[in-house]
């Protein structure tokens, strides 16, 4: 679970870093937000089916409400960042978004 996490945070750190290079710092902002508004909700998500399974308390019903939690977290962090900034660079955001959603594959198809 954490594992997926970190991978993830990597991915947006790479994707704001070269959004900085070729794009500018407002790209370089959009990239790690639009990664942000993923990698956000799913440590917590990942935060909470770790508690739950430590408690003994797991379930099929805890964990379709923590991804249905996780993915409404995720578009209202995406509206935030639409409405507070101003210089959003939506290629780079969706950049981010992508990178940090395809994190885990990527780190497989190294792998192999």
Same mark, same amino acid.
């Given at each position: ?14 994707? /704001? %870093?070269?959004a900085? *290079?070729?794009a500018?710092?407002q790209? /370089?902002?959009s990239a790690?937000?639009?990664?942000a508004a993923?990698? *956000?909700p799913n440590?917590?998500?990942?935060l909470? &089916?770790?508690?739950? /399974?430590?408690a003994?308390?797991a ?9 249905? *939690? ?6 209202a962090l995406?509206a $935030? ?7 959003? =660079?939506? &290629?780079?955001l %969706?950049?981010g978004?992508f990178?940090a959603?395809?994190? =885990?594959?990527?780190? $497989?198809l $190294?792998?192999?």
């Amino acid at each position: 679970m954490f594992r997926a996490v970190f991978h993830q945070s990597v991915a947006t750190l790479l994707a /704001a %870093l070269v959004a900085g *290079i070729f794009a500018g710092w407002q790209a /370089a902002v959009s990239a790690g937000f639009g990664g942000a508004a993923i990698v *956000i909700p799913n440590l917590m998500f990942a935060l909470s &089916l770790w508690a739950a /399974a430590k408690a003994g308390k797991a379930s099929v019903a805890r964990f379709f409400a923590g991804e249905l *939690i996780k993915v409404a977290a995720t578009l209202a962090l995406l509206a $935030i960042v639409a409405g507070a900034f101003r210089e959003l =660079n939506w &290629l780079a955001l %969706l950049a981010g978004m992508f990178l940090a959603l395809k994190a =885990n594959l990527f780190v $497989i198809l $190294i792998k192999a």
